[in-house]
């Protein structure tokens, strides 16, 4: 992309404040996306090279605040023009426009020792935090096993990533703790090292291991929890 003047277009009122700069073979687009529910969009940026009467299809090669994107001001886009055109001299129209990002949410998961619910699935940058509750079916001592053939995710390429830190209630990973029947453990896995664009997690894995009232002993596939295609919030 080479000498484009760029202008912006924006679709309905929950898009706001959108500004864009060329910078060398990039587009930089910033913008608010306003909406108090605070559920997540998924955003995407069109162009025209006819001052806004067609538009092409969805830009591909965009990264930042692009799948399922949380409200807020100052969000950010790239488009790395090189990538996507390769070569354009002329005027650029560009339109921002954003949907609610529909997810169809992971049910809770109940072994024989313990039942799981996640709770949010936030990614920042390269790290992605899992919250979830975990409420034991019998008092018992447990925690969460961070090995790797235990605890991890998996992304759309087969690529799999350990946990690299979390906490089991008040506890670290790995570490021991009592808990009582029915009771809920607010808890945490952290994974770093992904890519930003991330968008679904393919398999997430959390192992909870246990004994005392009731066994879910480190080899037991009792102790493994499983999800699916979990979304993953920016």
Do not use: H
């Not at 390269?126 to 018992?140: F, G, P, R, S």
């Amino acid at each position: 992309m080479c000498g484009a003047a760029i202008s912006m277009l924006t679709v309905g009122q929950t898009v706001q404040n959108v500004k864009a700069a060329q910078d060398d073979n990039k587009v930089l687009i910033t913008y608010d996306l306003n909406d108090p529910s605070g559920k997540p969009y998924f955003v995407k940026v069109l162009m025209s090279k006819d001052g806004g009467v067609t538009f092409g299809n969805e830009l591909k090669y965009v990264s930042g605040d692009v799948n399922a994107t949380s409200p807020g001001s100052g969000k950010k886009i790239t488009w790395d023009a090189e990538q996507e055109v390769s070569y354009y001299n002329g005027d650029a129209v560009f339109r921002v426009e954003a949907t609610l990002y529909e997810t169809i949410w992971p049910a809770p998961v109940e072994k024989r020792c313990a039942k799981m619910e996640l709770q949010s699935v936030k990614g920042e940058g390269n790290k992605i935090t899992v919250e979830m509750l975990i409420t034991a079916q019998a008092d018992c001592t447990a925690g969460i096993d961070r090995r790797k053939e235990y605890t991890s995710l998996f992304d759309a390429s087969g690529n799999q990533f350990q946990a690299t830190g979390g906490l089991f209630g008040d506890v670290q990973l790995d570490v021991d703790k009592k808990v009582t029947k029915g009771v809920p453990i607010k808890s945490r896995v952290v994974f770093d090292n992904l890519s930003a664009q991330l968008s679904t997690i393919s398999v997430l894995k959390i192992s909870v291991y246990s004994f005392g009232g009731c066994n879910a002993g480190y080899s037991d596939p009792e102790k493994v929890f499983s999800f699916t295609n979990v979304p993953v919030s920016k």
